[in-house]
């Protein structure tokens, strides 16, 4: 049995012991405080008893015939699938509503029956005597009962009814009822205050009609009865009020209380977490406002861990904060280009597959030996990687973040090349060139693309650089610009002062030991 059949079935019971708790609330009233209703006070004959089995399950039946036809569409498997999941969610909205509007009509039909028909069968109809015996019907019993079977209905009902609405979504559907959390009250405090002192005065009105016509021995034992049932009357409707305010204020409280615990286990960090929207009144609204936030702070938080993957997290944290502009600025920074040697002969000699899986594992080692030293991926082109320092956030030592990124590249390299020899593979080689000077940075790019670059002849040399390691046979190349920002710091060879494309003067070069 699936949970929205077992809360089927408790409510159900729900709904017959609560018109039995109001079966006994009638004759507690006829029976003590309405005492003069004749039908009360006779012999009841055989008539009567098979009068009452007839009209009581008759109304029984057509409840429930009624009942199972409306809520036949809530037992299927897959509610929230369809031509009439709306219809669906409509009625799992409606329930509550429903059998509390069930439970009244067959109140006013109980009143209508034994408060109209039943003397005029018998013959001891007046306009006066019906008229109370429908309010104790209808006004008293009908209208706590069809109250007490509501509220415990969706106390249940609450239970299940996320299985309808696994998107929280209960303000989308239309033509439902909204028991705002005023009208609730206003509700509550109607039964605990109108009620009990209609019963009071109905009370007093019945023992003072008595009083004129009774025996003077026994009118004072009218009155010490009268005190005995106002005493009564008063504890029993305090302890209903006491309960009642109790379980309205639970249907309340209950529904803030789970979304102040969400909102303690978003600010603890769990984004995951996910407020259940039980009504669709003004709590329901909070709740699913606050699903709606979290699920904006957890697509933000996916936005920047995926931003993460680009940049290094100082950087993107320094982005998103609005600290550092991307329109485009003079930095002064140190740029890094690494290149893959014998590139074209290993990708001719290696499948497509293994030559992705083996590149994508080299660029991780890469990427990371950059990131650890603050440095700024900007893009991997084919089997070359440009990286920056100190661009976009600024740092004074962005020289020697560079160098330390290229030895860690270069000690990163050689231990992923051991690991290739064990596997049988073929050891690869690099070449680093690393120059300081001045450029634009900023976002470069159409109206729908953009991507934070560097424009300037320091990165068209920086480049250069990189290739004078396949003529002068070294793996870390530094220029003199950058060399004289290190306060030798680091251990270099000069080599000779070359010529590079592209620049009408020699360039000044060192080897990184």
Same mark, same amino acid.
């Given at each position: 049995?699936?949970?929205?059949?077992?809360?089927?079935?408790?409510?159900?019971?729900?709904?017959?012991?609560?018109?039995?708790?109001?079966?006994?609330?009638?004759?507690?009233?006829?029976?003590?405080?309405?005492?003069?209703?004749?039908?009360?006070?006779?012999?009841?004959?055989?008539?009567?008893?098979?009068?009452?089995?007839? %009209?009581?399950?008759?109304?029984?039946?057509?409840?429930?015939?009624?009942?199972?036809?409306?809520?036949?569409?809530?037992?299927?498997?897959?509610?929230?699938?369809?031509?009439?999941?709306?219809?669906?969610?409509?009625?799992?909205?409606?329930?509550?509503?429903?059998?509390?509007?069930?439970?009244?009509?067959?109140?006013?039909?109980?009143?209508?029956?034994?408060?109209?028909?039943?003397?005029?069968?018998?013959?001891?109809?007046?306009?006066?005597?019906?008229?109370?015996?429908?309010?104790?019907?209808?006004?008293?019993?009908?209208?706590?009962?069809?109250?007490?079977?509501?509220?415990?209905?969706?106390?249940?009902?609450?239970?299940?009814?996320?299985?309808?609405?696994?998107?929280?979504?209960?303000?989308?559907?239309?033509?439902?009822?909204?028991?705002?959390?005023?009208?609730?009250?206003?509700?509550?405090?109607?039964?605990?205050?109108?009620?009990?002192?209609?019963?009071?005065?109905?009370?007093?009105?019945?023992?003072?009609?008595?009083?004129?016509?009774?025996?003077?021995?026994?009118?004072?034992?009218?009155?010490?009865?009268?005190?005995?049932?106002?005493?009564?009357?008063?504890?029993?409707?305090?302890?209903?009020?006491?309960?009642?305010?109790?379980?309205?204020?639970?249907?309340?409280?209950?529904?803030?209380?789970?979304?102040?615990?969400?909102?303690?286990?978003?600010?603890?960090?769990?984004?995951?977490?996910? %407020?259940?929207?039980?009504?669709?009144?003004?709590?329901?609204?909070?709740?699913?406002?606050?699903?709606?936030?979290?699920?904006?702070?957890?697509?933000?938080?996916?936005?920047?861990?995926?931003?993460?993957?680009?940049?290094?997290?100082?950087?993107?944290?320094?982005?998103?904060?609005?600290?550092?502009?991307?329109?485009?600025?003079?930095?002064?920074?140190?740029?890094?280009?690494?290149?893959?040697?014998?590139?074209?002969?290993?990708?001719?000699?290696?499948?497509?597959?293994?030559?992705?899986?083996?590149?994508?594992?080299?660029?991780?080692?890469?990427?990371?030996?950059?990131?650890?030293?603050?440095?700024?991926?900007?893009?991997?082109?084919?089997?070359?990687?440009?990286?920056?320092?100190?661009?976009?956030?600024?740092?004074?030592?962005?020289?020697?973040?560079?160098?330390?990124?290229?030895?860690?590249?270069?000690?990163?390299?050689?231990?992923?090349?051991?690991?290739?020899?064990?596997?049988?593979?073929?050891?690869?080689?690099?070449?680093?060139?690393?120059?300081?000077?001045?450029?634009?940075?900023?976002?470069?790019?159409?109206?729908?693309?953009?991507?934070?670059?560097?424009?300037?002849?320091?990165?068209?040399?920086?480049?250069?650089?990189?290739?004078?390691?396949?003529?002068?046979?070294?793996?870390?190349?530094?220029?003199?610009?950058?060399?004289?920002?290190?306060?030798?710091?680091?251990?270099?060879?000069?080599?000779?002062?070359?010529?590079?494309?592209?620049?009408?003067?020699?360039?000044?070069?060192?080897?990184?030991?």
């Amino acid at each position: 049995m699936t949970d929205v059949e077992r809360v089927f079935a408790r409510l159900t019971w729900t709904q017959l012991l609560g018109n039995l708790v109001g079966a006994v609330l009638t004759w507690f009233y006829f029976r003590f405080v309405d005492f003069t209703a004749p039908q009360f006070q006779a012999r009841i004959s055989h008539g009567e008893i098979a009068f009452f089995i007839v %009209c009581f399950g008759a109304l029984i039946v057509s409840a429930t015939i009624w009942g199972s036809h409306w809520s036949r569409p809530l037992g299927r498997s897959d509610p929230t699938s369809g031509p009439d999941a709306m219809l669906v969610r409509r009625r799992a909205i409606m329930l509550p509503y429903v059998f509390g509007a069930l439970a009244f009509a067959g109140w006013i039909g109980a009143g209508v029956i034994w408060g109209v028909l039943y003397p005029i069968v018998w013959g001891f109809f007046t306009p006066e005597r019906s008229l109370r015996s429908v309010f104790g019907i209808i006004g008293v019993a009908g209208t706590v009962t069809a109250a007490l079977i509501f509220f415990a209905v969706e106390h249940q009902w609450r239970r299940v009814l996320p299985a309808f609405f696994p998107g929280g979504d209960l303000s989308a559907v239309s033509g439902v009822l909204r028991l705002r959390v005023r009208i609730r009250l206003l509700v509550i405090f109607v039964m605990l205050s109108v009620i009990p002192l209609s019963v009071l005065g109905v009370l007093a009105y019945t023992r003072a009609a008595a009083l004129p016509g009774v025996d003077p021995v026994a009118a004072p034992r009218i009155v010490e009865n009268m005190l005995a049932l106002i005493v009564f009357i008063v504890a029993v409707g305090t302890l209903a009020a006491v309960g009642l305010s109790l379980y309205v204020s639970a249907s309340v409280a209950g529904p803030l209380g789970r979304l102040q615990a969400s909102m303690r286990d978003v600010e603890q960090g769990d984004l995951d977490t996910r %407020c259940p929207v039980v009504t669709n009144d003004e709590i329901g609204a909070v709740a699913e406002g606050f699903n709606r936030m979290v699920g904006g702070l957890r697509e933000r938080e996916f936005l920047k861990e995926t931003f993460g993957k680009y940049v290094s997290r100082e950087i993107r944290d320094e982005i998103l904060a609005g600290r550092v502009s991307l329109e485009g600025q003079a930095q002064e920074v140190t740029i890094l280009f690494a290149d893959l040697r014998d590139f074209t002969p290993w990708v001719e000699a290696t499948t497509p597959r293994e030559v992705v899986r083996d590149l994508n594992a080299y660029f991780a080692e890469m990427d990371q030996a950059i990131r650890t030293h603050r440095g700024l991926v900007l893009q991997f082109i084919g089997d070359e990687i440009e990286a920056a320092f100190g661009a976009p956030v600024a740092y004074p030592a962005h020289a020697e973040m560079a160098v330390r990124a290229a030895l860690e590249m270069r000690r990163r390299l050689q231990a992923w090349n051991a690991e290739r020899a064990r596997a049988g593979k073929v050891p690869l080689r690099h070449g680093i060139g690393i120059h300081t000077g001045s450029v634009l940075a900023g976002n470069i790019g159409s109206a729908e693309r953009h991507s934070y670059a560097l424009v300037g002849d320091p990165v068209n040399l920086a480049s250069r650089i990189q290739s004078l390691n396949k003529e002068l046979g070294s793996d870390i190349l530094v220029s003199g610009e950058t060399r004289r920002r290190l306060d030798g710091q680091f251990e270099f060879v000069r080599l000779p002062a070359v010529k590079v494309k592209g620049k009408s003067v020699e360039v000044e070069v060192y080897r990184l030991v």
